[in-house]
Each structure stands twice: as C-alpha cells, then as structure tokens.
C-alpha cells in the first residue's frame, strides 16, 4: 500500500539541508520535486511521479559517475595506456575508443558495460519510485576493504562526503563539457593540460596574467619583453569565428582572420562545412574575391587553380587566362592549399564555427623580421651591445 511520505522521508535523508544553509531537517528543494509524489498521490492514488527514494538513488549514481569521469578527464592528458588512443582530448579519445573498439580498448568498453549491467540487475532499486525499496537508496553493500567494520567510522559523515563531492563533481564534468565545445565560457577549465591547445591559453576567463619575473625583466628590457627571436613552436587552439554554419549557403565564402590567421569558411554544393586558407598559395591572391566552389574543390579566382576543400590537394595549376596563367605558373613552386580543421561549437552544435588555428603564427611569421631589424641595431635578443 502507497504512503504520501516523499517530503517526510527527505527531511531525514542525509546531506539535504547542508548545501544553501537551510534549517536543519528543512530540505532544499527550491522546485518541490521531492512533494511530486505527496501531491500526486493525494489527487490520483497513481504513482506517476517519482518517491524522493528514486530521486536520492539517481543522485547517488549520478555522482558516483561524474566523480569517475571527472578524474578520467584529468588524467588523460597526462598518463597513456599501452594499447589506448593517444589522445590528450578526452572527448576524441572516448571517440576514438568508440569509434574503433578493437583489441584493450573494446576490452575495456565490454568490461565495463558487463559492471554495469550486471551491478544495475543485482541492485536494481526496485520500488523506489513508490517509495517501497528494500534497501538505503543508493547503498550497494559494496565494501571490499570493510572500512564499514573499522573503528570509529562514522557512516553518516562518510555518506555526506560522497553526496557533496559527488554534486561537485557533476557541476565540474558538465563544466567540462560546456568549456570544451565554448572555449574560454567557463573560468579555468582551458588552463586543463592538453597537445592541442596554447601553452599560454587564457586561464581564466580569457586573461593571462603576466609572472611576477616577466614583469621584472619587462622593466629591465622593454625591447626583450614585446620581441623575440627566439624559434616560435606552434600552438593550436579552437578559436570562434562569429560565423554561424546556419549562415552560410552550399558553395557561399565567409573571410574571417583569426588570431592573425587569415582563413576562409565555407560550404561545399552538398553543404559540408569546410576551412581552408584565404590566400591561394600561388602569388596570395584572397580566395574570398569571386573564388568558385564546384562540388567539394574550390576554384582560385585569378590563374584558375583548384584545390580540395577536404584536403587542400592540387587539381589544376594556373591554367587561365590561357599562355598568361601557365607562364606565371612556372616561376612559383606548385603548392597544396592550406587546410584548417573547423567543428560547430555548441553543447549540441548550432553555435559559431569553430577553427583549428595555430595562435602562434603571426609571431612565428615575425620572427625573421625582428632579427634581421635588431641585428642591425645590435644583440639578435632584442639587447642592445
């Protein structure tokens, strides 16, 4: 027989008053989910909605799941499995292992999924939902250290440490989700250890602080501290380009430049989403002034030549206007046009176009110039003799 007591079993249920300093035994429950079942029984006699039984269990997974994940996102940058993607992007890397399951990795999805099928059918909270579970929500009786049978354990200061670290950890792993796919939206997560990003990535909320010793040699050298040149390494990061995928027709251009990357955005005649320089590798002319997109290959509007979009392979090499184009030609090496990875940003896409670009390039391209400049003046570090 049903009993409306969700309200009265959550106002003794462990760590529900300790999260906005609520009165003790009063829950904080701002949307009044765990009176559903009070309110709907009272009105129907029907369980429609779900017993604060239920709702306390889904916290529990939900936390023990995020606090797993939220560890995996930290570690993987850092240490590789013989056998595992080498990835440092935990997203391309669950992908990776998605995408190929073959030899430790299907291994390890398999044995994976085999835990939880068989922990979710040997646990399963049967009658949670109408507030009649044999058991505490969310205790597995799963203690192989026994650490229940130790001396002076304290269950319930144990159960309200894994309900509030596992609640942080559900609002750091969809922090990570959401700083991922909107880089620089969320306040430290681009300063996480990653191969595809800057070094000196915006680490929090898009400013970089300078050091303390930066400063000090600043003072010293205001000439060494704004040049370099020093060999510059590339750095990639996803940057937005303020252009929307929905903004752009099949075979339409969009030149943007971005951190001193001049790329042009654009959709091939099926409509797929591709990035390639704005500058045809011949003489530089800008692709964005009447290039032609025919099928997936883009056509420079000057001598004519034509490139893949997918992969900035060659086609044609300045073949118009006719004995002009093919006479320019020789005298510049035959060259691929550059290519740029690009993604729609959104937790579920829909957001700006996001392109792969290396930050450093503007730097790196100035490199030469600024030595040859302070060679003539003096030392090739920006010091002077």
């Known amino acids: ?38 309110r709907n029984f009272d009105w129907s006699r029907q369980p429609r909605y779900p017993h604060v039984q239920w709702l306390r269990e889904a916290e529990i997974k939900h936390g023990r799941c995020a606090m797993l994940a939220f560890v995996g996102i930290l570690v993987q940058p850092l240490v590789r499995i013989p056998g595992y993607p080498d990835e440092p992007d935990w997203t391309l890397a669950l992908t990776a292992c998605y995408d190929n399951p073959k030899g430790i990795a299907g291994v390890g999805i398999a044995q994976i999924s085999a835990f939880a099928m068989i922990v979710e059918g040997k646990f399963f909270p049967t009658g949670a939902w109408q507030g009649q579970i044999d058991r505490e929500p969310g205790d597995l009786g799963f203690d192989p250290l026994k650490l229940s049978k130790s001396p002076g354990f304290d269950m319930q200061a144990m159960q309200l440490k894994e309900l509030k670290n596992g609640r942080l950890a559900m609002m750091a792993f969809l922090a990570n989700v959401y700083g991922h796919y909107n880089p620089g939206a969320v306040p430290g997560i681009s300063a996480l250890p990653r191969e595809s990003m800057s070094t000196s990535a915006p680490a929090f909320c898009g400013e970089t602080r300078m050091p303390a010793k930066s400063v000090a040699e600043a003072g010293a050298s205001k000439t ?16 937005r380009s303020g252009v929307k995928a929905s903004d752009l027709a099949p075979c339409q251009l969009k030149a943007v430049t971005l951190v001193g990357n001049d790329v042009l955005i654009g959709k091939t005649e099926a409509g797929k989403l591709f990035c390639v320089g704005n500058l045809c590798p011949h003489i530089g002319t800008p692709m964005s002034e009447g290039a032609d997109v025919i099928g997936d290959v883009i056509v420079c509007p000057l001598h004519g030549s034509s490139f893949k979009t997918t992969t900035g392979e060659l086609i044609d090499w300045c073949v118009s206007p006719p004995i002009i184009g093919p006479l320019t030609g020789l005298v510049v090496e035959k060259k691929n046009l550059l290519i740029f990875e690009c993604r729609e940003g959104g937790f579920l896409g829909g957001g700006d176009i996001e392109v792969l670009v290396d930050t450093n390039a503007k730097k790196a391209y100035e490199a030469d110039y600024w030595k040859g400049l302070l060679d003539a003046q003096g030392k090739d570090d920006g010091t002077y003799y």
């Open 1 to 38: 027989q049903y009993v409306a007591d969700s309200y009265k079993q959550c106002m003794s249920m462990i760590g529900a008053d300790v999260e906005s300093g609520s009165e003790p035994g009063k829950p904080w429950d701002p949307l009044g989910f765990s009176k559903l079942w009070d």
């Open 224 to 239: 060494a501290a704004r040049y370099t040149t020093q060999k510059i390494l590339p750095a990639l990061s996803w940057i």
